[in-house]
């Protein structure tokens, strides 16, 4: 049974940083590239950031590039996005997803791309 789960959201003032971590079970975990998306209220889900299977490659949203890192340990099964300089903006429900992938240094950037989620976890930042 494939599993994924979020930790590490919580309540932080602007300009601070948070980890999130994403703890996998029941995949291949070097064969799945793993994005994070996030969804604020009344908004739709969106991409926050990924990386390849190697870990090699990386893409990030516009919104959040300079400030969040996305980074995964294969021999541990997770991936960690560390975010600083945090925006009132960034406030949402974050998750993470996972898909496999023939590629080792593809990515994908579009939530339709990933089949298996997490429960999300919750960041508010506030200003």
């Known amino acids: 049974q494939v599993q994924l789960g979020e930790s590490g959201g919580g309540l932080v003032q602007a300009g601070g940083s948070l980890r999130l971590s994403c703890a996998t079970s029941g995949l291949t975990f070097s064969s799945v590239i793993v994005g994070w998306f996030r969804q604020a209220p009344g908004k739709e889900r969106e991409f926050v950031a990924a990386i390849s299977r190697s870990g090699g490659s990386t893409m990030y949203a516009d919104s959040v590039k300079g400030r969040f890192t996305i980074s995964r340990d294969n021999a541990k099964n997770t991936v960690n996005l560390q975010m600083s300089s945090l925006e009132s903006e960034d406030t949402a429900v974050y998750y993470c997803?996972?898909?496999?992938?023939?590629?080792?240094?593809?990515?994908?950037?579009?939530?339709?791309?990933?089949?298996?989620w997490g429960q999300g976890t919750e960041v508010t930042v506030t200003s």
């Open positions: 997803a996972a898909r496999y992938g023939s590629s080792v240094e593809f990515v994908y950037t579009g939530v339709r791309d990933y089949g298996y």
